[in-house]
C-alpha cells in the first residue's frame, strides 16, 4: 500500500524556510494568473481558455482563493479591483466592500460592547459587532458583467471552485498553518464551524483542522457559490443564504438585518474614479527612457510611471502620498537620488519608514467614506501639501509622534492577485476576510465565514471614521495599477496583501523595480519593512519591523537613526504581506506583447501562464 500524505511533509513548525530559494520571472504573450494558490490559479487559467478574458478569470481564482485559502478571503468578506482596457488605455475601479447595519449606530454598539461615556474602546476582532455586510458576492457579479468579455456565464465562472469545494482538494503548507492556528477560533465562533473543518471520527467532535496534503471539501460553500451562479445577487442577498447570515449575527447579539442586505441588493458596487500619482523621481526617466517601444523616449516625451489606487475609503491614498513625499524629499534636496546600491540601505529605508508615518498620520485621521463624511483626497495627493508635509523629515533621526495634517487649508488578512489576457486587458484584485478567518462566525449551511471588517470603525464621535448606519469603515485592502507616463500604456499591476502593510508593500515593491533595478520577482523576494500597526485610530506604535534577511549594518544603522527595530523571523514573516506584479512590455524586433510576472514566496502559490 502507498504511504499516507502526511510523510510527504516534515513535521510542522515555525520555521517558514529551511534553505534559500529562488523563483524565475514567468512570461506568457496569452495572459498570466500570479495568485498564493496554484489550485486557485488553476480556475481562472480554465476560464482563459474558455474565452472570459482577465475580469471573467479573476473572480473564478477569488472563488477558488476562498475555496482553497479560506484563512484569507472568501464571499463573506470585502473586495476591490483596478480593471486596465487594453482598447481604451483607461483604468476603472470599482468599490465591493460593504456597510455597517442600519441599526448599527455609535450608541447602540458602544453600549453593546460594554463601553461607558467617554471610555476609549475599540471593536474586537472577534466580536459579532465587527462583521459588516459583504460586499464581495456583489463584487463578484458587477466584476463579471462591468468588465467581463461576455463570452462566458457566472455559472462557467464559478464551476471551477463549485468543483473543488464539491470534489475536495489538497491543502497547501501555509494555508495548513494557519487553519490549524484558527481551529479554536472556528470551533467557538458559532455552532457551524465543523462546515470549515475537516470531517475525522479521532479527532473532537469528530472535526479538525486540515493537514498540508490532505484533501479537504467544502460542499456547503460549493452550495453557496451555486446559489450566485444561477441566481446571481439574489442568490446571496435574500433566501436561504441571507437568512442564515442574519440568522447566526443576530443570535450571537449581532444587529444586522435583512434590509441591511436588501440594501447592498439594490446598491450594488459603487464604480469610482481611481485616483493617482505622476511620479517622475528616482532618475525614472533615464531608467526607462531607453526602453520606450521604437526609440521614442526622447526629452521632448514625458518619461515616468503614473501609481494608480482606489480613493477612500481605500487606504491606498497612503502609498501615493508616502511616494509623492519621497518625490518632494529628492526635489528639495534632503535625499539623494538613490542608485540600485542604496536599495535596502539604512538611509533608504530610514526616507520610507519617515514618509509612510507621515502619510499614515493622515490617512488615520481623513480616511473615511467619503459618502458619508469629507475626504479631502485631491488636496491630500497635491504636491503643495507633499512638499509642506515633506517639510517634517529628518535624515539624521526618526521621528516621534506625527500628528495629521490640515490638507483643507491648502485649496480627508487578505489575498490580492493580479490576471492578465491575450487582448492586454489586466485586473488588480483584491478580496479579504480582513483578519485571518474573519470573526470565524459560519452562517448555518453556507461553507464561509463573515469578514470582522467593522474593527476598522473608530468608536469615537468626533472622528470622520466613526461608525454610523450604513457606512463603509476605512479599508485596507487596495489593488494598484501602474502606467507609463508618456502615452499611458499598462506597465504592471500589482498589489501586496496584509492589513496595514499594504500601501507599505506597494511603495517598496515598486521602488525595488525603480530604485532597485529589480525584476518584479526580486522585487517580490526582497526582504520589507513594517512600521507598527493599528494605524487606522492613530494608536500606531514606534516599532518598525524589519523582515529576517535584512542586511545587518540595515538594521544597526536604523537603530541608530532612533528606531525602535524588531526583526521578525520564520512564519512571523506573513506581516509582511504577500505580493504579485504582472509587467506588460513589447518584444522590439517581433512586435509581440508579452506578460511578466512574480509571486511572493511568502505565499504558497505562483505565477502561472496560460
Avoid at 479560506?70 to 480593471?83: K, N, Y
Avoid at 500619482?277 to 533615464?286: D, E, I, Y
Avoid at 496595514?500 to 526582504?527: K, W
Wanted: some cysteine; hydrophobic content about 40%.
Amino acid at each position: 500500500m502507498p504511504l499516507t500524505t502526511p510523510s510527504v511533509f516534515p513535521p510542522e513548525s515555525h520555521v517558514f524556510s529551511k534553505f534559500p530559494s529562488r523563483r524565475s520571472v514567468v512570461h506568457s504573450t496569452k495572459g498570466i494568473v500570479s495568485c498564493t494558490q496554484p489550485l486557485a490559479a488553476k480556475c481562472g487559467i480554465e476560464v482563459l481558455e474558455a474565452g472570459g478574458n482577465c475580469a471573467d478569470a479573476a473572480v473564478a481564482v477569488a472563488a477558488g482563493l476562498n475555496t482553497t485559502e479560506p484563512c484569507s478571503t472568501g464571499i463573506g468578506g470585502d473586495m476591490f479591483c483596478l480593471f486596465y482596457d487594453a482598447k481604451t488605455k483607461k483604468i476603472s475601479a470599482m468599490n465591493g466592500s460593504g456597510r455597517s447595519g442600519n441599526k448599527c449606530t455609535l450608541e447602540t454598539i458602544r453600549k453593546s460592547l460594554g463601553l461607558k461615556d467617554g471610555e476609549y474602546g475599540k471593536i474586537p476582532m472577534a466580536s459579532v459587532h465587527a462583521v459588516s455586510v459583504p460586499g464581495a458576492p456583489a463584487g463578484w457579479v458587477d466584476t463579471v458583467e462591468r468588465f467581463g468579455s461576455g463570452k462566458v456565464s457566472l455559472e462557467q465562472v464559478l464551476a471551477p471552485a463549485i468543483t473543488l469545494g464539491e470534489k475536495g482538494f489538497p491543502v497547501a503548507e501555509g494555508v495548513a498553518y494557519f487553519w490549524n492556528k484558527s481551529e479554536p477560533q472556528i470551533r467557538g465562533a458559532s455552532p457551524n464551524g465543523s462546515e470549515m473543518l475537516k470531517k475525522d471520527p479521532s479527532a473532537p467532535n469528530g472535526v479538525r483542522a486540515p493537514k498540508a496534503g490532505e484533501i479537504m471539501k467544502n460542499p456547503t460553500l460549493a452550495q453557496t457559490f451555486r446559489a450566485l451562479a444561477t441566481e446571481g445577487k439574489k442568490g446571496f442577498y435574500s433566501g436561504r443564504i441571507a437568512s442564515e447570515l442574519v440568522k447566526v449575527v443576530q443570535d450571537l447579539g449581532g444587529h444586522l438585518e435583512l434590509d441591511d442586505l436588501t440594501h447592498h441588493l439594490e446598491t450594488g458596487s459603487e464604480p469610482v474614479e481611481p485616483i493617482s500619482l505622476k511620479f517622475r523621481g528616482q532618475n525614472v526617466a533615464n531608467l526607462l527612457k531607453d526602453s520606450v517601444l521604437g526609440g521614442s523616449g526622447g526629452s521632448a516625451q514625458d518619461v515616468g510611471l503614473e501609481l494608480w489606487e482606489h480613493p477612500p475609503n481605500g487606504q491606498g491614498i497612503v502609498a501615493l502620498m508616502a511616494l509623492g513625499i519621497i518625490q518632494e524629499l529628492e526635489a528639495l534636496g534632503k535625499i539623494p537620488t538613490w542608485g540600485p546600491s542604496d536599495f535596502n540601505t539604512a538611509p533608504y529605508l530610514h526616507a520610507v519608514i519617515e514618509a509612510l508615518r507621515i502619510a499614515f498620520a493622515d490617512a488615520s485621521w481623513f480616511v473615511a467614506d467619503p459618502n458619508v463624511a469629507n475626504v479631502p483626497t485631491k488636496s491630500l495627493i497635491s504636491q503643495p501639501y507633499l512638499a509642506e508635509r515633506a517639510a517634517l523629515f529628518d535624515a539624521s533621526k526618526a521621528s516621534q509622534v506625527v500628528h495629521h495634517g490640515s490638507p483643507a487649508l491648502q485649496s480627508s488578512d487578505t489575498v490580492y492577485f493580479a490576471v492578465s489576457d491575450a487582448e492586454g486587458n489586466a485586473i488588480s484584485f483584491i478580496n479579504s476576510n480582513y483578519g485571518g478567518f474573519g470573526t470565524c462566525i459560519i452562517p448555518k449551511g453556507c461553507g464561509f465565514t463573515l469578514q470582522n471588517r467593522a474593527a476598522n470603525f473608530s468608536l469615537e464621535k468626533d472622528h470622520p471614521n466613526v461608525l454610523e448606519p450604513r457606512k463603509r469603515p476605512y479599508h485596507t485592502i487596495i489593488p494598484a495599477a501602474v502606467t507609463n507616463l508618456h502615452d499611458g500604456s499598462l506597465h504592471s499591476v500589482y498589489g501586496v496583501m496584509g492589513g496595514f502593510m499594504q500601501p507599505q508593500g506597494h511603495v517598496q515593491v515598486l521602488l525595488g523595480q525603480v530604485v532597485g533595478q529589480l525584476s518584479p520577482q526580486q522585487a517580490l523576494d526582497a526582504p520589507r519593512v513594517c512600521i507598527g500597526s493599528g494605524m487606522s485610530q492613530g494608536k500606531g506604535d514606534r516599532t518598525v519591523f524589519v523582515e529576517e534577511g535584512m542586511p545587518a549594518e540595515t538594521v544597526e544603522g536604523l537603530k541608530k537613526l532612533g528606531h525602535e527595530v524588531e526583526v521578525v523571523t520564520d512564519m512571523g514573516r506573513a506581516q509582511f504581506g504577500r505580493g504579485q506584479i504582472i509587467r506588460w512590455s513589447v518584444d522590439p524586433i517581433e512586435n509581440i506583447g508579452v506578460w511578466s510576472a512574480g509571486s511572493d514566496p511568502r505565499g504558497d502559490g505562483a505565477a502561472y501562464p496560460l
